[in-house]
Nanobody, 126 residues
Framework: QVLLMESGGGFVQPGGSLRLSCAAS????????IGWFRQAPGKEREGVSCISSSGGRTNYADSVKGRFTISRDNAKNTVYLQMNGLKPEDTAVYYC???????????????????WGQGTRVTVSS
């Protein structure tokens, strides 16, 4: 069973930063593409960023380009989402998801992912 756990969410003022982590237990993430998604109250889940299994390919939603950075440390079995310049509209529950994909890029649609974490809440407010 693929188990993912997000951490690092919290409350931050506009312009602040947070780093989210997505860690896996019971299996290695080496062959998995990882996506970060978010869902705000009353809104649909949307893609934020994704990274290929090798880490060589990444993708970002237009709304976060230049502010968020996705990375992975396979030795630590963890994927990160560094979020800088946070805005109130970034407020949401953030989820990481995994899709086994040894080669190629990362899927950008949530329906393409097979395994999900429980989410971590991010609140950006003054």
């Amino acid at each position: 069973q693929v188990l993912l756990m997000e951490s690092g969410g919290g409350f931050v003022q506009p312009g602040g930063s947070l780093r989210l982590s997505c860690a896996a237990s019971e299996f290695t993430l080496d062959y998995y593409a990882i996506g970060w998604f978010r869902q705000a109250p009353g809104k649909e889940r949307e893609g934020v960023s994704c990274i290929s299994s090798s880490g060589g390919r990444t993708n970002y939603a237009d709304s976060v380009k230049g502010r968020f950075t996705i990375s992975r440390d396979n030795a630590k079995n963890t994927v990160y989402l560094q979020m800088n310049g946070l805005k109130p509209e970034d407020t949401a529950v953030y989820y990481c998801a995994a899709k086994i994909r040894r080669f190629g890029g990362c899927p950008t649609l949530h329906i393409q992912y097979d395994y999900w974490g429980q989410g971590t809440r991010v609140t950006v407010s003054s």
